[in-house]
């Protein structure tokens, strides 16, 4: 039985097109960029800031321990000398659901919102920040709750909070509804207005900030903070932004019709059976286990984790052995990025280029490396760089596409860089920063670098440089949950110093560190 279920992309794009009332007619013939905001906090023209980023953070339910506040805390001694958050996504576990936004996310980052004396009493989707958190979606952002699961839940709820035990789940009764919490605590609600004229005072209000695309929202920390969409852009200190939402162009490609697609097919059937057969014996184990007892408590955490690492490797597998392949790749988006992309190199004032989105196309921990939404995206993602480097080659001067791409999804923290893949993801930074709250995962036993097959032959594409997870055995199991600290240097070409923080949790004791910085770009 499923802890969660997903609806086909082509239903996240139709709900959250409806949640921004995209393109319609008023906001074209007002000639707004619904994809677009301008950053008005009065300091976005200054070439040297910082930012900060967390990614899989909504912690979910910790017996023994609650990383969350902790990695906050560490950001709390930075919040008056950075400009932003970026939030690589998954922001409430496990399904989204808007009954957690105040345990998950208001509570432990109440010093970033406005009134966070009073943070008890901020609705979830009535939130202001005081220091911008800028989020992309995750998949648990899009979860909701099989049926089952919602009646067992609802009914077994107030014993659950009574006992606070091993039956919490911390799933709730309704899930994210495909999405719609996310969409109201983050995204500029316009399906909400009633009427004509509300929404026009609405746009006049805040839609007013003047671009070379047509007008846009304007975003101003400390009165209104609301995204215009599910992806966007912005600009600051002459370094665009592109925020998107991978979770539309994730499908994993179609099994080839082939005598190796067939034992490809066998092979993830297996697997699949095996995944089930693990989830049984992880419910038994927990069934023993008693909350009360410190070391039985941290066991319950590990495979609490481990059955959400479950789905979602069953999920990988189920989307790819699905009777027909669902060609409902998000190529609205995709061209949207890449004509924004080709634009941001044609702007002379724009010096850099930085993207955040939550699935990661490179990375090293055990369980994402090859799922087949991380080949997926990166087959994608190449074909607009592609697309962009024929456009920009005599402008780029053996600079990469981008300068930084930052993800989430794989609950470590990552750097890698790829090597000369033979497409237009070459020579990019990748960081991975999804250790913010969640359970923690290994690095695969395979290694640091990543090959891929190219004609029959295996190739160097990436190298991971830093990883930062779960490690040791027994009593000597270390959990370092990390955030990040990015400061961004003045220049033609931008470098950016980047400053690992970590709180890990070791010995049922928090130890706060930070790494050695180091620069990329």
Request: glycine share 6%; charged share 25%.
């Amino acid at each position: 039985m499923k802890l969660a279920s997903e609806v086909g992309i082509a239903e996240k794009i139709r709900r959250m097109n409806q949640r921004v009332r995209w393109q319609d007619p008023l906001l074209v013939n007002k000639n707004i960029d619904q994809t677009k905001f301008v950053f008005d906090d009065g300091k976005a023209s200054e070439q040297e800031f910082s930012f900060l980023v967390v990614g899989d953070s909504g912690s979910g339910s910790h017996t023994s321990h609650n990383p969350q506040r902790q990695v906050a805390e560490l950001m709390l001694p930075h919040h008056d000398e950075c400009r932003f958050m970026l939030h690589t996504g998954d922001v409430i576990y496990l399904v989204g659901s808007s009954e957690y936004y105040p345990q998950n996310f208001i509570q432990p980052y109440r010093e970033f919102l406005v009134s966070c004396e009073r943070y008890k009493n901020i609705a979830y989707d009535k939130m202001t920040f005081k220091l911008p958190i800028l989020p992309v979606p995750g998949n648990h952002d899009y979860y909701d709750l099989p049926i089952f699961w919602s009646i067992v839940s609802l009914g077994t709820m107030p014993i659950r909070r009574l006992l606070k035990s091993k039956l919490d789940l911390d799933v709730g009764w309704h899930g994210s509804r495909a999405g719609d919490a996310y969409a109201k605590a983050f995204i500029d609600y316009l399906k909400a207005f009633n009427s004509e004229e509300q929404l026009i005072q609405h746009l006049d209000n805040h839609y007013d900030a003047k671009t070379d695309s047509g007008y846009c929202l304007r975003y101003e920390p400390g009165k209104f903070t609301r995204l215009p969409n599910r992806y966007y852009t912005f600009r600051y200190g002459n370094i665009d932004f592109f925020a998107l939402d991978s979770n539309t162009f994730n499908d994993p490609l179609p099994i080839p019709k082939t005598s190796e697609g067939v034992i490809q097919r066998q092979d993830l059937e297996q697997h699949l059976q095996e995944l089930e057969q693990q989830k049984e014996q992880i419910v038994a184990r927990i069934s023993q286990l008693d909350p009360s007892n410190a070391n039985e408590a941290e066991e319950l955490d590990d495979l609490h984790g481990r059955l959400t690492q479950i789905d979602e490797m069953a999920f990988d597998i189920e989307k790819q052995l699905a009777p027909k392949h669902r060609s409902a790749t998000d190529t609205e988006q995709l061209e949207w990025f890449a004509s924004k992309l080709v634009e941001s190199w044609q702007n002379k004032e724009v010096r850099g280029r930085v993207v955040f989105f939550h699935h990661p196309p490179y990375v090293t921990e055990a369980t994402k490396w090859q799922q087949a939404q991380t080949l997926a995206v990166r087959k994608r993602l190449r074909e607009v760089f592609n697309k962009v480097g024929v456009q920009v080659n005599s402008l780029r001067k053996d600079r990469p596409i981008v300068d930084l791409v930052l993800n989430g999804h794989a609950h470590c923290l990552e750097y890698l860089q790829t090597q000369d893949t033979g497409y237009g993801d070459s020579g990019i930074n990748w960081i991975v920063c999804g250790g913010s709250g969640f359970s923690l995962r290994r690095q695969r036993p395979e290694g640091n670098d990543l090959m891929e097959k190219f004609d029959g032959q295996q190739r160097l594409v990436a190298s991971s440089r830093l990883f930062v997870g779960r490690n040791g055995q027994a009593s000597q199991k270390r959990r370092p949950y990390s955030c990040l600290r990015i400061d961004v240097l003045a220049g033609e070409t931008p470098k950016f110093v980047v400053r690992p923080m970590i709180t890990e949790w070791h010995q049922r004791q928090w130890n706060k560190y930070e790494m050695a910085p180091f620069v990329v770009g």
